[in-house]
């Protein structure tokens, strides 16, 4: 990011950067034991082949994507604000496409067409597989998150690309990957290398498993000061959340949001229907369990759950959309074993988005 000239581009590249691969091992003693050498290479490979299927999956996905930047002022205040919001589905001829469905005016006269270009874009899915052997990846112990056992490693580029001479960019942060799928579900680093008026903030990305297969990420947060060689500072903030993946077919109808009586892809399957607030309609709604880990940074408040529920009335999907992100996955999981009674609109039985809110309170 400029120090005179916020650079959104940018500061999504190093969003982009996240989602990464590494080669080059040394094992290392972490707090649950070590591994040796060939072991953690061995889940190198695995999670990279995993990225590349990852990737590949995601090309016949359609997804919702709410960006928001913001530069913050010396009180806390927002000071200036670009607010996307957009659908990336598919035309008629299977090509990818981004649809815009909400785009205020922007507060921040400093983004250009570049920005707008790579905001427009879906890198921070993007595993690049042939950057493997750029980094050096360093395995540094295991940690329990919630109910997943995870790997951690260190990743830093074996080469800072000299920016005079060529425009790559690198990770350099760490990551989590599971211990039974190995796949990476955490990341949190920046993109390198850094110049005297560019600065990057630290990303932390969270990713979801989506249809039993695939860790997509599903949020990304930077909250960040960003000091410049010449003494200057920028605080920059952003959110970026990725919701509502669905598998689509080769070829689609694109149709105006809001025209739900209209099949959306090419099997007939509608849209679902507004239900806003579900709660009240539940027929079944089991509390969240509080997660130990939540209890002990003392996390509280209320967490909002966009679901969509199927003409039987089983919720198919779960995606927290606010609250305190130690909650969230336990009010998702919660979310998922409520049931309804069907709906249906002019005698037919159709599928339901809303929303379901769960209020976390410790004792």
């Not at 006269?109 to 980094?135: M, N, Q, R």
């Not at 002990?296 to 529920?309: I, L, M, W």
Request: charged share 25%.
């Amino acid at each position: 990011m400029k120090n005179e000239r916020m650079t959104t581009r940018l500061i999504i590249s190093a969003l982009a950067l996240v989602v990464l691969s590494a080669f080059g091992v040394s094992a290392q003693t972490g707090s649950n034991g070590p591994i040796d050498a060939a072991e953690a290479e061995r889940i190198i490979r695995a999670f990279t082949a995993k990225e590349a299927e990852f990737r590949r999956a995601l090309n016949s996905y359609s997804f919702k994507r709410d960006a928001l930047i913001q530069s913050i002022g010396m009180g806390g205040q927002v000071i200036g604000e670009y607010h996307r919001v957009s659908i990336f589905t598919f035309d008629d001829q299977g090509n990818r496409y981004e649809k815009i469905s909400f785009f205020p005016m922007s507060t921040m006269p400093e983004v250009t067409a570049e920005d707008i270009e790579d905001l427009g874009g879906i890198k921070p899915f993007a595993l690049e597989p042939s950057k493997i052997d750029k980094y050096n990846i360093r395995y540094v112990g295991k940690e329990k998150i919630d109910e997943l056992d995870l790997y951690i490693f260190d990743v830093t580029p074996k080469v800072i690309p000299d920016p005079k001479k060529i425009k790559e960019r690198l990770f350099s942060g760490r990551i989590w990957v599971d211990d039974q799928d190995l796949q990476i579900v955490k990341t949190k680093g920046k993109g390198v290398p850094e110049t005297k008026i560019n600065k990057f903030p630290t990303v932390e990305t969270y990713r979801q498993h989506i249809d039993g297969r695939y860790w997509f990420p599903t949020y990304s947060y930077a909250d960040e000061e960003l000091v410049f060689d010449n003494g200057g500072s920028l605080h920059v903030r952003m959110k970026v959340r990725y919701m509502d993946f669905t598998p689509a077919s080769a070829t689609l109808k694109v149709t105006e949001i809001g025209e739900n009586d209209v099949p959306s892809t090419s099997t007939g399957v509608a849209k679902p229907i507004e239900g806003g607030v579900l709660n009240s309609k539940a027929i079944s709604l089991p509390k969240p369990v509080f997660p130990a880990e939540a209890k002990r940074v003392k996390a509280s408040g209320k967490v909002t759950v966009r679901v969509v529920v199927d003409e039987n009335g089983k919720v198919i999907s779960a995606q927290a959309t606010d609250g305190p992100l130690p909650l969230r996955e336990a009010a998702e999981a919660a979310a998922r074993q409520a049931t309804f009674e069907p709906t249906t609109q002019d005698g037919i039985t159709v599928k339901v988005a809303g929303v379901l809110t769960y209020d976390f309170r410790q004792d």
